[in-house]
């Protein structure tokens, strides 16, 4: 499985690149049958973000590594480099790009957006 990564460069620029996760069969919760899964990354906290319909973060760094994942709602980011994103709910991305210039969001189509955000251990 793909999903989309965030990251700045050595100049601060940020590009988006695709990564790929690769699932195992493990006997995950016994005695349910396996299940493929990744191997398991340090959390350091989980919460959630709302933005209204016509949100708009202007340019920002992530303050930290994380997951986000589209709960309900459109969000679409545009990176350094002009390449932009949508992310509909059930969609998400590692974002990685904790310095420079950074990306910009903004909350598109007709309904609020939710997110789940999980930070990472450094």
């Given at each position: 499985m793909k999903i989309s990564r965030l990251y700045n460069d050595e100049s601060?620029?940020?590009h988006w690149d695709e990564i790929e996760l690769d699932f195992t069969w493990q006997d995950f919760a016994?005695?349910?049958?396996?299940?493929?899964?990744?191997?398991?990354?340090?959390?350091k906290s989980v919460g959630f973000i709302q933005g209204e319909v016509g949100w708009i973060?202007?340019?920002h760094p992530v303050p930290q590594r994380q997951y986000?994942?589209?709960?309900q709602g459109v969000v679409e980011t545009t990176?350094?480099?002009g390449?932009?994103?949508?992310f509909p709910t059930g969609e998400g991305a590692l974002l990685e790009d904790t310095e420079g210039k950074g990306?910009?969001?903004r909350?598109?189509?007709?309904?609020?957006?939710?997110?789940?955000?999980?930070t990472l251990s450094e």
């Amino acid at each position: 499985m793909k999903i989309s990564r965030l990251y700045n460069d050595e100049s601060g620029e940020s590009h988006w690149d695709e990564i790929e996760l690769d699932f195992t069969w493990q006997d995950f919760a016994p005695p349910a049958k396996p299940l493929g899964a990744t191997p398991f990354t340090g959390a350091k906290s989980v919460g959630f973000i709302q933005g209204e319909v016509g949100w708009i973060g202007d340019w920002h760094p992530v303050p930290q590594r994380q997951y986000m994942y589209t709960l309900q709602g459109v969000v679409e980011t545009t990176v350094s480099d002009g390449e932009t994103r949508r992310f509909p709910t059930g969609e998400g991305a590692l974002l990685e790009d904790t310095e420079g210039k950074g990306h910009y969001t903004r909350v598109i189509g007709d309904e609020p957006l939710v997110m789940i955000v999980v930070t990472l251990s450094e």
